[in-house]
């Protein structure tokens, strides 16, 4: 069958800022995709569910091709955990089906709503990065549709500079039809969680080194309005999976939905301290010891579809970096600083750090030390002069910024960050491309 395009308005990234239609096709079947491994010149990029931030999930003026309904599992090894599956699936839709057979994604980001290729993409984190890595590395193999070779399988060990290049890749090395992955054993679908509350950023450091090793899941939530003497005061979350309770999936009915875009007077200065005490308030409510379910846990956003709608139609930025250890707690305190005097920033600011396990890709976003996250709105020229002092602050550091919140670094910041980027560029698919890859490709 010969896949329509069609022009679509409604294909835009999580932060909501870029507003450029894209051309759209939805192939229903591995199938529809063989023309792009032979001789189909048109520039294209696979996506999925657009959970990126900025424009790594965008391709102006080329295709975009949504990979949603290639979403099949194709087989599952009991004895090893390896499961292979098309692209399109969900890590949402693995929990459900694997969940009850005592399974789980061995990462996942604080979103459910990501498809396996978009995963590797990006070579997401979760709160387990300390223990388990980055998803690449628990990835057996893929296969991947390429303009100039047709399907290549690639592994650790086969084609593996593709490998290497394709985790992590941004979509530009190909479009990864399916993937097998190692999932992770659970004896139930709770964990138990501890949430304490810390006052300074080198409380938030002793808590880190404390909890590390003792405990799978680690993050901490922050709150960026707090200046001077209670800079970096948080809530410090951390769990292990519960040996206790049963293995019942999360449920996907019943859940919020932000219908429309919010005026964008509803953020400010003000609304933002009220959110942020508010916030505070609720989780100093829930600090103590807790038998929690992976849903709630992992990705409490979930409840709530299309909540980055509350920015308004304007849009948000996340801003996320990770500071090597030798710099990082002088430069998250600078961080801090200049975000909590800019009167910016959300309700969203997390703070994690990062292990030792190396990341596969060579443009993976993970590296050892602290990463910080925070949403803004979008106030234009302000936040972006905001954004501009945080950066001199990062590459100060020798830290570097995560693509799949991007959506405005520089070509020169993004090849700063990445030392392995002229490499990567070899890899490249020759029709592929995104207007992320059109600003900051060497
Ligand atoms: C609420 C929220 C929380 C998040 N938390 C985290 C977190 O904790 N850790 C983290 O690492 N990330 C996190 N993210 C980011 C998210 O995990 C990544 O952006 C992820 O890549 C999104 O997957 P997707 O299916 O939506 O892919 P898309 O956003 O649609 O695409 C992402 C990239 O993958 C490429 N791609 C997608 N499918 C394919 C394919 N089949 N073949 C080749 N390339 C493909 C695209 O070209 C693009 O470059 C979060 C995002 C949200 C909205």
Redesign the pocket.
Known sequence: MTLEFHERDDYL??GRVERRPQVVARPASRRDLAPFAHGERRPR?????????GD??L?TGAAL????R?DHFIAFDEASGLLTAE??V?LGEIMRAFVPRGWFPP?????R???????????????NHEAAG??GRHVASLT?LRSDAGEVTCSPTENAELFAA?VG?????????TVTVRLRRIQSAFVDAEKLAYGTLDEFFALNAASEGAFEHLVAWFDCTAGSRNLGRGIFSRANWSPFGALEPHRERGLLRVPVEFPSFAINRLSLRAINVAYRGLELRGLGSHRLHYGPFF?P??SIQG??RVYGRAGMY?Y?CVLPPESAADATRALLDAISRSGEGSF?A?LKAFGALPSPGLLS??RPGITL?VDFANHGPRTLALFERLDAIVREAGGRL????DGRISREMFAAGYPELARFARSVDPA?T?D?WERVRP
């Open positions: 990234s999580w990029l696979a996506v999925g569910l657009l959970r990126s931030y790594s999930c391709a091709l949504d990979l949603t290639l692209a399109g969900s990462v996942t980001p604080g979103t709503f990501v498809t396996l290729g978009g995963a590797i993409a990006n070579d997401v984190h979760g709160k980055t998803i991947l394709t890749g941004l979509g530009l090395t190909g479009i990864i039809t990705h956003l979930d909540w980055s996340q996320q969203l997390v976003f993970p996250a995560y693509p799949a919140k592929c995104s992320f």
